[in-house]
């Protein structure tokens, strides 16, 4: 019920800053900005979507962006080395699930905190990324590609795809209840007879292997590979995620929140780009937001927790 709420206030305020934007910020309602603020939104909803079953399993990954930085480098490398374009994608992809299965070998059989695992693989990865490029970009990149990627149709179908097949993944089948269970409860969960580690596992694989399907996207939309690709993106990914409702803490949340609140952070960006607002300013709104949606969920909880207990002993 808090999640139907929540989902609820982010469409609200997702139909609100849409109308303030296209009356009070030139251009933002003209049809080719709002198919670039579309666009703009595509590697983020992809890496946000398998980011919300690790967070839900009461995990993090904040590697998603380099991951998605040493595929584009990848990417290039193999390019410029002479290979076909269509033998380098599946490469990338498998670049991509082994980031994300180091990962979570390290979680699932080391025990160690994803927090630190992947402040650690953030840092690898992009160094990964720079030692197999360097500072250069690769351009050249296949004509029927990159038009592809810019038209709003594939991108975002492939978004629509992928966005309902893991919200029927999470919401109504047997695994997403598991990981459900093991955010609420891990210990339960296990005792249950829910297999976790092999679970968690696989969730970090299929976090890696989204951002390098991310990363081939990214760079064909840009028409450029380079190691720098997507830096900075694992924020917004993690601000979209904890923003469209999914507890911090694990157990709670939903993908139709998650996609929400993806579309609501690009139109704020895009519209405080139009007005000319700098740079600083739109890092201090995401985290903002970032911090909001942490405390909002838990603040009202608690609330809820306190009216209840003061109604019993009334």
């Known amino acids: 019920m808090l999640v139907r709420r929540w989902e609820s206030l ?13 009356l009070g910020v030139d251009g933002f309602a003209n049809t080719s900005n709002v198919s670039f603020l579309l666009l703009d939104t595509t590697e983020i909803a992809l890496m946000a979507l398998t980011m919300t079953f690790v967070i839900v399993a009461a995990e993090i990954d904040l ?48 025990g160690l905190p994803s927090l630190a695992v992947t402040i650690g693989t953030f840092a690898l990865y992009r160094g990964l990324a720079y030692v197999i490029l360097g500072d250069q970009a690769v351009a050249d990149l296949p004509a029927a590609y990159t038009s592809l990627a810019t038209r709003p149709l594939v991108p975002l179908g492939l978004v629509a795809v992928l966005g309902v097949g893991a919200a029927v993944l999470l919401h109504a089948t047997g695994l997403g209840r598991a990981v459900f269970a093991i955010g609420a409860n891990q210990e339960a969960a296990f005792f249950s007879g829910i297999r976790v580690k092999r679970i968690k596992f696989w969730l ?7 951002a390098a399907l991310a990363s081939l996207v990214f760079t064909f939309r840009y028409a450029s590979a380079r190691a720098d690709n997507g830096v900075g993106l694992e924020l917004a990914v993690v601000a979209a995620v ?38 600083e300013v739109l890092n201090f709104v995401t985290g903002l937001l970032l911090v909001a949606s942490v405390l909002a969920p838990n603040l009202g909880a608690l609330w809820r927790r306190r009216f209840t207990s003061q109604q019993e002993v009334s």
């Open 10 to 22: 982010i469409l609200v305020l997702l139909v609100g800053v849409c109308v303030w934007a296209a």
């Open 63 to 110: 590697s998603v962006a380099s991951t998605l930085g040493l595929s584009c480098a990848v990417l290039g490398w193999l390019w410029n080395a002479g290979l076909g374009i269509e033998l380098i994608m599946p490469i990338c992809l498998l670049v991509g699930a082994l980031c994300g299965a180091i990962n979570g070998l390290l979680v699932t059989r080391l």
């Open 204 to 210: 970090f694989v299929a976090g890696g292997a989204m």
């Open 242 to 279: 904890l923003l469209g409702g999914v507890s911090i803490f694990g157990g709670r949340g939903s993908l139709p929140g998650v996609l929400m609140a993806v579309v609501l952070l690009g139109v704020v960006r895009n519209a405080l780009i139009l007005a000319d607002v700098a740079n």
